[in-house]
Each structure stands twice: as C-alpha cells, then as structure tokens.
C-alpha cells in the first residue's frame, strides 16, 4: 500500500511539534529545578573578579604569571564565600606553584599541590593559607561535605569583596616535552549567613555544613 507523501510529512511535522513541546517543558522544569538548588540567586550572588596575564608562550624553566583572585558579593545580603581552584592536567600541577604575594621583586611560592604530604618537603599552598589567614581550605580526603574548597571565613558584605585569595602562579618546564598548554579553573559559590529560621550562624563552617546537608 502506497502512503501519500503528504501525509508523511505531515506526521514527520507533527512529531517533531511534539518532540519539541517536550524539549522546551523539560528545559522549563529543569532550569527552575536548577535555580532552586544553586546557592547562587535571589538575593545571595557572587562574581569571581581575576587580573589573569598570562606569558604568550610558555618557555623551558620557570614561568610566572599574574593571577590575582577575589569574590564579591553581589547580592542583596551579606554571605559565606567558597572558592574551588585546581589546574586542568595532574602533571601540570605537580609542578607548579602559587604565591599570595602582592611585591612581584619578592614572591613566596607554594606547591599547587592539593593533598598534603607531611613527607614532603615542600610546603603546598594550602598549607600556607591555612596557616594564618582569613582564608581555610578544607582538604579533598577530608570525609566531610566541606571538602576541596577555599572558605573566607568571615561573612561578605553586600558589594564588598574578599582578600585576593592568590596572586601569581608559576609553573616550571624542565624541559621542552614539558610544555604543555592547561587551564586553571576557579569557580565560587556563596551561602547566606542565617538560616532557614532568620538566625545567624556561629560561623563560616556551621553555615556551610547546614547548607551542603540538605
């Protein structure tokens, strides 16, 4: 039996009418389900505000670069901060550095490493932080919901801006079959300082683990 081709086309069209009212409805629920569960709208935002000036090429040796990193609130409220940093490839972060330093003539450099050794010699960047700053970092192996982020400690105000959290990064090519080209990523999410019930947090951590436990 011959099926007229109008009919095909008219049936092709007809699916694809309602493949599409079921894309857009499906897209429509999940970005609202996403909304809700992004710690990052209404009244509570951040924006990642970075000077990144990287070398136009990378060279054999030591490559140092500016890298400045702060969060500012722009929300409606004060909030919590969390920033995540890490490079793109293992092999690229096992030798490099990052300094908080603000003299460019003078600058300590600290492993990018994310697990700390007590083995080691080397002092890695978190380390460092977490020795005397505002800002605390929470170890990846730590076995709690806080892991693998850099926590500002003290709540942000609306329209006010974190301490530069890192400043250069170098990292060093001991040979050409080294160079290799990778991303630093940096991602921030904030969470209010009050809970569900308008009361205020004792601190940086209690908000954080209440908010991540839901």
């Known amino acids: 039996m011959k099926v007229s081709k109008s009919i095909i086309i008219t049936v092709l069209i007809g699916s694809f009418v309602l493949l599409m009212a079921g894309v857009l409805v499906f897209a429509y629920f999940a970005y609202f389900d996403e ?59 096992s030798r490099s550095f990052i300094s908080d330093g603000t003299n460019p003539d003078d600058l300590t450099f600290y492993s990018a490493e994310r697990i700390i050794d007590s083995s080691d010699d080397i002092v890695t960047f978190i380390e460092h932080v977490n020795s005397g700053s505002d800002w605390k970092f929470v170890p990846d192996n730590s076995g709690t919901v806080l892991s693998g982020y850099y926590y500002y400690k003290q709540p942000v105000g609306t329209g006010e801006a974190t301490p530069l959290l890192m400043t250069y990064v170098k990292t060093v090519n001991p040979t050409e079959d080294d160079i290799d080209q990778y991303d630093i990523f940096v991602y921030s999410e904030s969470t209010q300082i009050t809970d569900m019930n308008g009361d205020e947090y004792a601190d940086w951590e209690a908000a954080w683990t209440d908010y991540l436990s839901r």
């Open 35 to 93: 909304i809700d569960n992004d710690m990052t709208v209404a009244h509570n935002t951040v924006e990642v505000s970075e000077v990144f000036d990287p070398p136009s090429e990378q060279t054999t040796g030591d490559n140092i670069f500016k890298k400045e990193v702060t969060v500012k609130n722009t929300g409606g409220s004060p909030c919590y901060i969390r920033v995540y940093v890490d490079f793109s490839d293992n092999f690229v972060r």
